[in-house]
């Protein structure tokens, strides 16, 4: 059965994220950011590509899996998740390529979707890793810093 984590970075310097990861026996790290350029430039693409890397972890970034703009600035204004919800599972009805891909690289590794937010019961990264165990059947697992609890089971806040 292919197996496919979910991680957040937020409350994270760089070692702990790695730290994280390597606890966890990820070794693919799958970027779903639409945009990966944040505040914090541990995180940024290039940086974290590179951390990555010299850890011995792959980095891929799949752009079409990141939450689009409206979709998020219109939660910014009225912070409705079901709103949210349904406007971002509408735009992943149209990524079957880029579901089908974290497919694929799922099975040939083990990997973790990765977004900012660190609970992932409000990240689109739960809702790309629904669509995945759809598509393929994987088993999702999502991964929490140890002070923001433990894992959660895959159907929370999806």
């Given at each position: 059965?292919?197996?496919l ?16 990861l ?8 799958i970027?779903?950011?639409e ?9 940024s693409k290039k ?8 850890a011995g972890l ?7 899996l ?6 998020r600035?219109?939660y910014?204004a ?5 709103r949210?919800?349904?406007d ?12 089908a891909k ?14 900012m937010?660190?609970d992932?019961r ?12 759809g ?7 999502h991964i ?9 089971p895959?159907?929370?806040?999806a």
């Amino acid at each position: 059965m292919i197996g496919l984590s979910t991680i957040g970075y937020s409350g994270h310097d760089r070692d702990s994220f790695l730290a994280l990861l390597v606890s966890h026996d990820i070794h693919r790290v799958i970027d779903v950011r639409e945009m990966p350029w944040p505040r914090k430039p541990a995180f940024s693409k290039k940086a974290l590509a590179a951390s990555l890397a010299q850890a011995g972890l792959d980095y891929l970034h799949i752009v079409e899996l990141g939450c689009p703009r409206a979709i998020r600035d219109q939660y910014r204004a009225d912070h409705d998740w079901e709103r949210y919800r349904a406007d971002f599972l509408a735009h992943l009805a149209g990524q079957q390529a880029a579901l089908a891909k974290v497919c694929e690289l799922a099975g040939a590794a083990p990997s973790a979707l990765l977004c900012m937010e660190a609970d992932y019961r409000h990240c689109h990264r739960a809702l790309v890793a629904q669509a995945v165990s759809g598509l393929c059947g994987a088993s999702i697992r999502h991964i929490m810093a140890p002070h923001a609890g433990t894992e959660g089971p895959a159907d929370a806040g999806a």
